[in-house]
């Protein structure tokens, strides 16, 4: 997923909207005393061109229709929901992590010292699913850990203490192998979606996302 979106509550109710007026219409049918498979066609067209005619249509079979119509529109939004992953409970956005081959793929720069940057709207769901989850885990070099993806990709929380080699310097002129994606700077508790201008400082955290496996040191991050 790339980017959060709202739940679009108008056009579901346009749907709805839809699916009802067209089951009022549908259940016109029944009003025609010889309807058959063959000539059904030939009655929604009728219908369709005497549309104005509304009283006409209403039956005893207009509200079952009609309920039809309903069940159908739930099960539309239901499976829009459920595979297109555009809700969650109190909040918007998406529900699974980028796939990060397929964001290199399609963002990667010719530029080279861009492509170890990760746009904010992916990084926005890594960074705060990663920040509330992990917050204690802060004792060592390696703050914390979290894989995904069925362990394919890690997402690590490093501290840049005194002694490392990469504080200070910009993030465009830090050598990173293939496969790394700086998502976040966190500074004084604030979350920062760097560029690459951003210098790393003592005392910061830099949330990453990797393909790389068995990381425990920032520096097997580098290349080599």
């Known amino acids: 997923m790339l980017e959060k979106r709202k739940t679009p509550v108008g056009l579901y109710v346009t749907l709805g909207v839809i699916l009802m007026i067209l089951s009022y219409y549908v259940s016109g049918l029944f009003t025609f005393d ?47 929901m459920l595979y297109y992953r555009n809700y969650q409970e109190g909040s918007h956005g998406t529900e699974e992590w980028a796939d990060i081959k397929d964001v290199d793929r399609r963002r990667r720069s010719k530029v080279e010292e861009d492509n170890m940057i990760l746009s904010k ?12 989850g992990r917050y204690n885990a802060k004792d060592s070099s390696l703050d914390a850990l979290h894989h995904v993806a ?43 979606f760097p560029t690459g201008e951003d210098r790393l400082a003592y005392g910061d955290k ?12 920032i520096y097997d991050l580098l290349k080599r």
């Open 206 to 217: 830099i949330v990453v996302v990797t393909l790389l496996q068995n990381v425990t040191h």
């Open 34 to 80: 010889d309807l058959s498979m063959n000539n059904m066609q030939d009655y929604l067209v009728y219908i369709a061109l005497h549309f104005w005619q509304v009283t006409r249509w209403y039956n005893d079979k207009t509200i079952p229709i009609m309920g039809l119509g309903f069940l159908g529109w739930v099960f539309i939004i239901y499976y829009f």
């Open 150 to 192: 069925n362990g394919r990709i890690e997402t690590l929380q490093f501290q840049i203490k005194e002694n490392n080699q990469i504080a200070g310097m910009k993030l465009s002129d830090i050598d990173f192998a293939n496969g790394v994606l700086i998502a976040a700077i966190i500074r004084n508790g604030k979350a920062i």
């Open 121 to 132: 709207s992916i990084a926005v769901d890594t960074v705060m699913h990663f920040v509330r």
